[in-house]
């Protein structure tokens, strides 16, 4: 499969921040929140006044650039949609909180769209080295306190703008549109789900397969629970620190969503019928595949070492 599609590089992106704020528009104002681990600027974009506040991130994991997209879609909206500006509402925008991630992908995500491309030039970090989940996390078996300078970046905004509304723009790799929720709104879970049945994309009726989240409406579903995940003797399944919507929680009652929308679509992916395999036979083929992979590592990783 292969589409021509290209998502921007950190370097576009900030070039049309550079445009935005020489523009001067009395409306907008745009400020360092911090700095990335290579020393670049990280800035957030507010537009308007109003007694509410939404916070919009895009690029929470580099090779998830669509939302990159969609902040600039939604800056360009508000600023020439008066229906929008007339809301009790400021808007808050990072257009990539993790920029050195993204400048990382640009090697796929910079020419047309191929499995190929993206498997051989995709970068993510380790858990505990992305913005999006290296909050603060203390529990009585278990502290994390290694944000990254991405992540305090984050933590800055949130502190300026107290937002009452945060939203984490993601996407999988493949499977349908899905949503997770900090609190369950039947009336907005329900909404939440029928945009996703009409995105033409489908709904993802798993979410992330290895969070077993409570689902609230089909593709809708909780945040997962990460103290759950830790150990009395240690992180068991973690080893990061908090999410930026359970933070944002616990420190300003906000409201997170985080939408996921696939990379990659395919009409086989919505096609629900009998696969003729069972999960026992989906997880034989994946240890087998991982039994490959770690041999291969085993022979060549330590050339890597030093």
Not at 16 to 23: M, S
Not at 41 to 63: E, K, Y
Request: aromatic share 8%.
């Amino acid at each position: 499969m292969s589409e021509a599609l290209t998502f921007p590089t950190i370097e576009a992106l900030e070039h049309r921040t550079d445009e935005l704020q020489a523009k001067k528009l009395p409306n907008v104002t745009i400020q360092v929140i911090g700095k990335s681990r290579s020393g670049r600027d990280i800035r957030m974009i507010s537009i308007g006044q109003g007694a509410r506040s939404a916070l919009i991130l895009g690029v929470p994991h580099p090779n998830e650039p669509v939302g990159a997209l969609t902040v600039e879609y939604l800056i360009d909206k508000i600023l020439n949609d008066k229906t929008l500006q007339q809301l009790d509402i400021q808007w808050h925008f990072i257009k990539a909180i993790d920029p050195e991630g993204l400048r990382l992908n640009e090697a796929w995500c910079t020419q047309p769209l191929t499995l190929r491309s993206y498997m051989e030039n995709h970068f993510r970090p380790a858990l505990a080295r992305q913005p999006e989940y290296t909050f603060p996390l203390n529990t009585d078996d278990y502290t994390f306190t290694q944000s990254t300078p991405e992540n305090l970046a984050w933590q800055k905004a949130l502190d300026l703008v107290k937002p009452d509304f945060q939203s984490s723009l993601h996407h999988a790799d493949h499977g349908g549109v899905f949503h997770i929720v900090s609190d369950n709104h039947a009336e907005l879970s329900q909404a939440l789900s029928d945009i996703a049945a009409n995105s033409g994309l489908g709904v993802n009726p798993v979410g992330d397969p290895g969070a077993q989240a409570q689902p609230f409406a089909a593709g809708v579903f909780a945040f997962p629970n990460i103290n759950a995940m830790i150990g009395g003797e240690g992180p068991i399944g973690w080893s990061a620190g908090n999410s930026g919507a359970h933070y944002a929680k616990k420190q300003f009652d906000t409201f997170s969503l985080t939408t996921e929308v696939p990379l990659w679509h395919d009409a086989r992916l919505l096609d629900t019928s009998p696969s003729g395999k069972t999960l026992g036979d989906v997880l034989e083929f994946q240890l087998a595949l991982f039994s490959e992979l770690t041999a291969l590592l085993k022979t060549h990783a330590p050339s890597f070492e030093p």
